[in-house]
């Protein structure tokens, strides 16, 4: 019997939300729609310039377990944070949501609980600033043995390859989660992120169970158009899931196909949305779906995140399902 059904990894991040116009976009020299890594002063430059801020806990793999938990999920999160303001907010908070946050705040002169700035557009599309802090070092002391031996399900978080301890500590919890006999996989989580990790993201695809990523990210790790990326991707990995921006997913898995219809909707705050797409696939991967309804669980997760500001779900999921048919 597992201690849980779905153990996070990843960089714990509070996320700090404020709404910009793009003219304060350009002011400010901030890229439209893409997460860019800051140092501590430019950070505290843009958290000074920031109106109506926002405060929550965040970071990608965090988020999808919050969803996760909101699915009745049980939960756990390896990841680091200072034992400051912020970093007790991030824990407590954390926990209060039903995830377990296993590794203590972090006391005495070590780096601050990271944060990331994100300005939201009228369109909806959200632009992300962080400073790592404290979570980039995260390592594989991190690692529990009791923890990460302890779950049916895995995910990790390719931002944390940044670092050459963050890779060490994914690469340790993904041996001792399949030694038990869990399943490891992953979020590619940017595509930047697979332009700087190419060739350690193939060799760690082949280890995997399942990989979850978006077409820009997939085009990017094989460097080929989609259709042609898919097809590799699934003879690599175990279990492959293609978001497309609005637009039908695709999930495969050997020869096994499905491709889930996407109902579009105006974003409120696109923030998230890739998270809780993850939070509705795994969910229906931990309880026995089928690949299209693993698929449509994701879609309506992530559909329900996007009509509000926030990363995180304000709704009983399972509701939504049982409204969509799917449970």
């Given amino acids: 019997m597992k201690t849980y059904d779905v153990v996070g990894i990843g960089n714990a991040i509070v996320d700090v939300i404020s709404p910009a116009d793009d003219s304060f976009l350009e002011l400010m020299g901030i890229q439209k729609g ?17 109106q109506e801020r926002r405060q ?12 996760l938990g909101n699915l009745g999920l049980k939960t756990a999160f390896i990841g680091r944070v ?35 700035m994100i300005f939201v557009s009228p369109d909806g599309e959200r632009s992300m600033n962080t400073y790592l802090g404290i979570s980039s ?45 869990g ?15 190419r060739d350690d993201f193939r060799r760690l695809v082949k280890d995997l169970d399942y990989v979850i990523g978006n077409e820009h990210e997939w085009s990017s790790l094989y460097q080929t158009d989609l259709s042609s990326a898919l097809e590799q991707a699934s003879r690599d990995a175990g279990m ?23 109902h579009r909707i105006v974003p409120v705050d696109a923030t998230g949305a890739g998270d809780q797409f993850a939070a509705g696939f795994l969910y229906g991967v931990a ?41």
Avoid: W
Avoid at 292 to 305: I, L
């Fill in 34 to 50: 893409i997460m860019q890594l800051v140092e501590r002063e430019r950070g505290e430059i843009l958290y000074g310039a920031m």
């Fill in 56 to 67: 929550i806990p965040g970071g990608s793999v965090a988020n999808s377990l919050a969803g």
């Fill in 82 to 116: 200072h034992d400051d303001a912020l970093g007790r907010f991030y824990a407590q908070t954390l926990a209060e949501g039903g995830t377990d946050f296993v590794n203590a705040p972090v006391p005495g002169g070590e780096l601050p609980t990271s944060r990331s």
């Fill in 137 to 181: 070092e995260l390592g594989p002391e991190d690692v529990s043995d009791d923890v990460a031996g302890s779950t049916s399900l895995l995910f990790l978080e390719g931002y944390l390859y940044d670092k050459p301890k963050g890779k060490a500590a994914f690469e340790r919890a993904a041996k001792l989660c399949q030694k038990a006999g």
């Fill in 183 to 197: 399943k490891a996989g992953i979020a590619l989580s940017d595509p930047f992120c697979v332009d700087r990790h």
């Fill in 240 to 262: 492959v899931a293609c978001t497309r921006s609005g637009e039908e997913v695709i999930v495969v898995r050997g020869d096994e196909r499905a491709v889930v219809p996407v």
């Fill in 287 to 327: 309880t026995g779906q089928s690949l299209a309804t693993c698929g449509r669980m994701g879609c309506v997760a992530a559909a329900e995140v996007i009509s509000h500001y926030g990363a995180r779900p304000e709704t009983d999921l399972k509701a939504l399902f049982r409204q969509q048919g799917l449970l």
